[in-house]
T-cell receptor, first 114, second 114 residues
Framework: EAGVVQSPRYKIIEKKQPVAFWCNPI?????LYWYRQNLGQGPELLIR????????DSQLPKDRFSAERLKGVDSTLKIQPAELGDSAVYLC????????????FGPGTRLTVT | AQSVAQPEDQVNVAEGNPLTVKCTYS??????LFWYVQYPNRGLQFLLK??????LVKGSYGFEAEFNKSQTSFHLKKPSALVSDSALYFC????????????FGKGTRLSVIA
C-alpha cells in the first residue's frame, strides 16, 4: 500500500514570496490533516478535512495561509506571503476516519524562508 | 485544554537494556493516547495506541505502553533496546469525543548505545 505522498520535499524561498505544498493521502482515507512542526517541537495541527470539508481550521493563520482539498482526495496548502517565522516542516497525514484511528504521516516538506 | 508532557528531552540506554520513555497527559474526559516515532528526514510512524480496554498496549517493533489513569501517564517501554531504536519519540493525546485535535508532546530523543 502506498503511503502519504508529499511534494516538494524541500523548498527555499525569500520572504514575501508565495509557496505551495501538495499532499496525496492514502487511498480511501477520508480524513486529511496538515501539521506544522517547528524545530525541537511536536507537530501542531493547522487544518483537518473530512472528505472535502474543512472541519477544524481554528489554528490556521488565515491572513496568509489557505488550503483546499478538491474532490476529497489531494490537498494543497499555500502560504502567501511567506514570513521568516514560517520556516518549519509541513506534514500531511491521513486516516480512514478521525476518531479512534491512527494517523499516517507523509515525509513532510521542509520550508526555509530567507 | 489538552496537553502532553514528555519530561526528558534525551534518554540514553545501552543496547540490550530495558528502555522507558515517559509521557504524562492532561485532558478533560477520557483520552485517546498514541506513540509515534520519527527517524531523520522522515515522517512520523505510528507505534501504538490506547483507545479503550486493556491498560497494557503492545505495538510495533516490540514496544509497549501502559495506560495509568490515576497517574495520567502513558509511558513507552521496551524490554531490550536495539541500536536501531535510536530516534525521536512523540506522545500524543486527544479527548475521545468532541471536535478536538490530536496534541503532541515536544518529543524525546532516544539514543541506544552499542
Amino acid at each position: 500500500e502506498a503511503g502519504v505522498v508529499q511534494s516538494p520535499r524541500y523548498k527555499i524561498i525569500e520572504k514575501k514570496q508565495p509557496v505551495a505544498f501538495w499532499c496525496n493521502p492514502i487511498s480511501g482515507h477520508n480524513t486529511l490533516y496538515w501539521y506544522r512542526q517547528n524545530l525541537g517541537q511536536g507537530p501542531e495541527l493547522l487544518i483537518r478535512y473530512e472528505n472535502e470539508e474543512a472541519v477544524d481550521d481554528s489554528q490556521l493563520p488565515k491572513d496568509r495561509f489557505s488550503a483546499e482539498r478538491l474532490k476529497g482526495v489531494d490537498s494543497t496548502l499555500k502560504i502567501q506571503p511567506a514570513e521568516l517565522g514560517d520556516s518549519a516542516v509541513y506534514l500531511c497525514a491521513s486516516s480512514p476516519r478521525d476518531y479512534g484511528y491512527e494517523q499516517y504521516f507523509g515525509p513532510g516538506t521542509r520550508l526555509t524562508v530567507t | 485544554a489538552q496537553s502532553v508532557a514528555q519530561p526528558e528531552d534525551q534518554v540514553n540506554v545501552a543496547e540490550g537494556n530495558p528502555l522507558t520513555v515517559k509521557c504524562t497527559y492532561s485532558v478533560s474526559g477520557n483520552p485517546y493516547l498514541f506513540w509515534y516515532v520519527q527517524y531523520p528526514n522522515r515522517g512520523l510512524q505510528f507505534l501504538l495506541k490506547y483507545i479503550t480496554g486493556d491498560n497494557l498496549v503492545k505495538g510495533s517493533y516490540g514496544f509497549e505502553a501502559e495506560f495509568n489513569k490515576s497517574q495520567t501517564s502513558f509511558h513507552l517501554k521496551k524490554p531490550s533496546a536495539l541500536v536501531s531504536d535510536s530516534a525521536l519519540y512523540f506522545c500524543a493525546v486527544r479527548r475521545n469525543s468532541g471536535n478536538t485535535p490530536l496534541v503532541f508532546g515536544k518529543g524525546t530523543r532516544l539514543s541506544v548505545i552499542a
